[in-house]
């Protein structure tokens, strides 16, 4: 079994505004089901219930009154929370109040603001049933403290008696009693390792889990990253390594020959002829480069794989015990998040980013094995495996430049050989094209120029491409959920790849290896030759080893295209 997210019905006779609504709400997560009349709604919510209820105050037959009256009558239906969509005005907003609406908010309705709402009222439903929870845990609590209690009195009763009973009746009293320690210890030490497994379990999670992000901790890194970043300009537009000096010995060469003798002339003739050859060819790198970005770039999508963690015996969703009031996970005395697969806390997610590309016809992503599987080969995530925690995709999101929209994709297919695999995206009216391939023997050689496409990893790289007052402005709008985050920077067009040029330096049967800069987000990224098809797929950074970086020969995608 697995925890859906959290379910709001919308009653709404407008059917702009309808599918306005839902579409806010289900980009924010939410299990959304809209009606357009309240007879439908109503029915729907006693089937199978609802967490919130978005209703408009004109619906008729039934009106809005008489579904309030309903809501807070039946037993199954009395705790949702309903939000009363009502006409501009103060007035309006008091009367929906007094009809029994939790809130209310005026038409037209800012998505942010609808949506911040939303949180409010079921962060408040989600604190008076973890009250009731507790309520609960203490009640049980105090009965079996009561139940102690006459344990304890028929146990002194025993004792008492045992006095009076022989030898033997007292030893074997004593031997139980013994047995019974024996167990207690047995079960204390039980208790004290799966505390500690459990706690190593936190520990990893911590490190890996991005769901809920802390935005002073992603403000300071993003400044630390554009640092770094600002003494790098993308290879592309500038000129090649080389180039000025090539251009400054043709000078020089042909300066020596204006006084040169008929003997040295022919020499220098001969250099200046090589130096310009090479120039040539550096500059038709250049321009090649600049004829392939803006083809080709838009086909190149970043990738959000969310991840999410069950439950192996019960099937439960991982979920955070707790926020704080910045809207960050309640720590333990260790500094980590408190965790449970009880309560409607926010769900634990594990936030991987990639690059794809698009390879195929209908939305067919071409990216690698590890970021559509991020388990896969992964030590951390199998440790959490390892403690009875099943990791699930919980959704992979598509981010195309120059487009404000996260578009849905799903796993196709894995490669059973190598580390690729295949996705479809949703692209909707999307219209982007497919990048060209070349899987012919002399379509990678060792010293040719190759052009890279690829994202960085993580928010804070993302952010750090933007300035400080841009970065504050969309934490501050998104709040502390990375797809809000990923949405702010998608609307304001500033999700893009880094472009980088180099060489390849050795063709191995299933690698290639090249020196073009790229970072961890880059796997997945497409890998161009000079005539602009794609001969490969970044797969790994060799950190600390001379700036080589591996690919896998775009071949090894036929099968995945070919299905």
């Known amino acids: 079994m697995v925890n859906t997210p959290e379910k709001i019905v919308i009653l709404d006779a407008d059917p702009h505004s309808r599918e306005d609504t839902r ?14 009349t309240t007879r439908e709604g109503l029915d729907a919510i006693h089937q199978s219930g609802a967490d919130l209820l978005l209703l408009d105050a004109a619906m008729q037959e039934p009106s809005a009154s008489e579904v309030l009256a309903t809501i807070r009558g039946a037993a199954k239906t009395a705790g949702i929370r309903v939000l009363l969509l009502v006409a501009a005005g103060s007035e309006q907003r008091a009367s929906a109040l007094d009809l029994g609406a939790d809130d209310a908010i005026s038409r037209p309705c800012d998505s942010r603001e609808l949506l911040a709402r939303v949180r409010a009222r079921l962060r408040m439903q989600r604190a008076e049933n973890e009250l009731r929870e507790k309520m609960r845990i203490a009640e049980e609590g105090q009965q079996i403290a009561h139940t102690a209690f006459e344990a304890l009195a028929v146990t002194e009763k025993m004792t008492s008696d045992a006095f009076s009973l022989d030898r ?5 009293f004593a031997a139980v009693l013994a047995v019974a320690i024996l167990m207690a210890g047995i079960y204390f030490l039980f208790v004290r390792t799966e505390q500690k497994a459990t706690q190593r379990t936190n520990s990893i999670l911590a490190r890996l889990e991005g769901g809920i992000v802390r935005q002073q ?4 890194e993003a400044r630390k990253l554009r640092a770094q970043q600002g003494a790098q300009q993308d290879a592309v537009g500038a000129d090649p390594v080389g180039k000025d000096d090539l251009k400054k010995q043709a000078a020089d060469l ?23 050859s090479r120039l040539q060819r550096l500059e038709a790198q250049g321009q090649a480069a600049q004829s392939i970005i803006p083809l080709d770039v838009q086909s190149v999508c970043l990738l959000h794989v969310s991840v999410a963690f069950n439950d192996q015996q019960s099937g439960r969703r991982l979920r955070y015990g707790g926020l704080n009031e910045q809207g960050e996970p309640i720590q333990d005395s260790e500094g980590n998040p408190v965790l449970t697969l009880d309560g409607k806390g926010p769900e634990v997610k594990l936030d991987v980013f990639g690059t794809g590309f698009i390879a195929g016809p209908s ?10 599987e991020p388990w896969w080969k992964n030590d951390e995530i199998t440790q959490i495996a ?13 981010y195309f430049p120059g487009d404000p929209r996260a578009f849905h994709a799903e796993i196709q297919d894995i490669s059973d050989v190598t580390d690729l695999a295949s996705v479809r995206v949703d692209l909707q009216d999307l219209k982007r094209p497919v990048l060209a391939i070349d899987t012919g023997k002399d379509s990678a050689l060792s010293g040719q120029p190759i052009i890279l496409m690829g994202y960085a990893t993580g928010l804070a790289a993302i952010l750090a491409r933007t300035d400080e007052d841009s970065a504050q402005d969309i934490l501050k709008k998104s709040g502390s959920d990375v797809s809000q985050v990923l949405n702010e920077l998608a609307k304001r067009n500033l999700i893009h790849p880094l472009i980088t040029q180099g060489h390849i330096g050795d063709i191995l049967p299933d690698k290639i290896v090249f020196d073009a800069q790229t970072t961890s987000g880059g796997s997945g990224g497409p890998l161009f030759n000079r005539d602009g098809k794609v001969i490969g797929v970044t797969v790994a950074i060799l950190k600390g080893f001379g700036g080589s970086n591996f690919g896998i020969p775009i071949r090894f995608s036929q099968p995945l295209l070919a299905k």
């Open 23 to 36: 579409l806010a709400l289900q980009l924010a997560g939410y299990d959304v089901a809209v009606f357009a």
């Open 386 to 398: 390892g403690q009875g925690l099943q990791p699930q995709i919980s959704a992979i999101r598509a």
């Open 254 to 276: 042909k300066a020596k020959m204006a006084n040169a003798s008929s003997d040295d002339a022919a020499g220098l003739q001969k250099q200046l002829q090589e130096t310009n």
């Open 168 to 172: 033997k009746l007292k030893t074997g």
């Open 363 to 372: 939305g067919r992503v071409i990216t690698n094995r590890h970021v559509a």
């Open 217 to 220: 901790d992603l403000i300071a």
